[in-house]
């Protein structure tokens, strides 16, 4: 016969198992830009954006559970205020040098768009400038003191619960995607930005914020199969990493894996990932994209969505990404322009997608869950019971 302390110790010590042994699953949210038409001579009086109040709903009635906004909209953000909508701010790369020569200018902007919502609204991280590298690689130098200044004028209001990061585009980054093993940084940018970059991260408990698209990828490598880059399913959709054995059956994977290899490269190995854009567009900006078409971008869109929720991470990290964010909200049909919407300009969906983190009982994490709540109310009654319950 055991007693009721020993016995509700070992069940103690099962639950703590599985709860270390569950997969976490990424937080998955969608870009929003409101649409700023020029006038044509075909449309002289191109319509307006949709009301901020009327994004919002839409977004919360699509189960999104995180937005990012790329001009930091006020009217936006406000429009999240008491929803359960998380908001990924970022600040314009225009502004950067500003920011970075003076701190009360940084103080400045977080009163206009941070100190009048948080926290009603829920703001989760702001990101200084976007793809510095490619738009305005002269900015460069500025980018790390503009994102010290941003963390500093947080801290001088009292808010300290909002990391500070910056967004890259894996092309402008990274040396080689494959084998992810051998990914680094680019030179000089590896060692004069990057790795003080990744310190601070580090230091502040902030994430990196990259730009993925597999897209892109398999339009400039025509070795890379369709479905590789789809999430197909089926047998030889795989690439193996020779040097260390890993074995990758998606394109995002092989991407993901190579900012993360090229992080540990720099000294850094636990610095959460957020993918801050990936898409599949709907269509191409000229005839030469085939593949840019709505049912392979359905196809990328609910493969990646599905890999994200499965809890499976990447190979070189379990808990894969922390954040993924689709481009975009709403098509924005300009000619000459691809359409990454996974809606139409009239809000209609294109796409029948779920966001939310729900999982069905039949995966992995889900029997873990329900074993883990049929365990605790197992634990209850032996702890009700007393020493007068026996072991058969």
Not at 1 to 8: H, Q
Not at 118 to 133: A, E, M, Q, T
Not at 206 to 213: E, I, T
Request: with cysteine.
């Amino acid at each position: 016969m055991a007693s009721s302390s020993s016995l509700a110790f070992a069940l103690l010590i099962v639950l703590s198992l599985l709860h270390s042994t569950s997969s976490s699953r990424p937080l998955i949210g969608v870009t929003y830009a409101p649409p700023i038409l020029a006038p044509t001579i075909a449309n002289p009086h191109p319509p307006p954006p949709p009301p901020p109040d009327r994004v919002a709903s839409i977004v919360t009635s699509l189960n999104i559970p995180a937005v990012r906004l790329p001009n930091s909209d006020p009217s936006l953000i406000r429009a999240f205020a008491y929803t359960n909508t998380t908001i990924l701010l970022s600040i314009p790369n225009a502004f950067v040098p500003t920011l970075a020569a003076n701190r009360t200018l940084a103080q400045r902007w977080l009163y206009r768009h941070v100190l009048p919502f948080y926290p009603r609204s829920k703001i989760s991280l702001i990101s200084v400038g976007n793809d510095i590298f490619d738009t305005t690689p002269d900015l460069s130098p500025f980018l790390l003191p503009a994102v010290r200044n941003v963390h500093l004028a947080l801290h001088d209001l009292g808010i300290k619960k909002i990391p500070v990061s910056t967004t890259f585009s894996f092309f402008n980054i990274i040396t080689t995607s494959f084998p992810p093993s051998s990914a680094q940084f680019q030179e000089p940018a590896g060692s004069l930005i990057m790795k003080p970059l990744l310190q601070f991260l580090e230091d502040t408990n902030s994430s990196f914020l990259v730009n993925v698209y597999p897209y892109n990828m398999y339009r400039l490598n025509c070795e890379i199969p369709l479905g590789f880059a789809l999430f197909e399913n089926y047998p030889f959709n795989f690439r193996d990493d020779l040097i260390t054995g890993v074995r990758y059956t998606n394109l995002f994977d092989v991407m993901v894996d190579a900012v993360i290899s090229a992080m540990a490269v720099a000294g850094h190995e636990n610095i959460p990932v957020i993918v801050a854009e990936t898409g599949w567009p709907s269509s191409g900006a000229d005839a030469s994209e085939v593949d840019a078409t709505p049912a392979l971008a359905e196809m990328y869109l609910k493969g990646l969505v599905a890999h994200l929720k499965s809890g499976m991470g990447s190979p070189l990290r379990r808990e894969g990404v922390a954040e993924a964010y689709v481009y975009e909200l709403v098509d924005i049909e300009v000619k000459g322009e691809r359409s990454w919407g996974i809606l139409h300009q009239n809000f209609t969906q294109k796409y029948e997608i779920e966001f939310s983190r729900a999982c069905k009982i039949e995966s992995v994490g889900g029997f873990r869950a329900l074993l883990r709540f049929f365990l605790i109310g197992f634990l209850m009654n032996l702890l009700c019971a007393g020493d007068n319950w026996s072991l058969w």
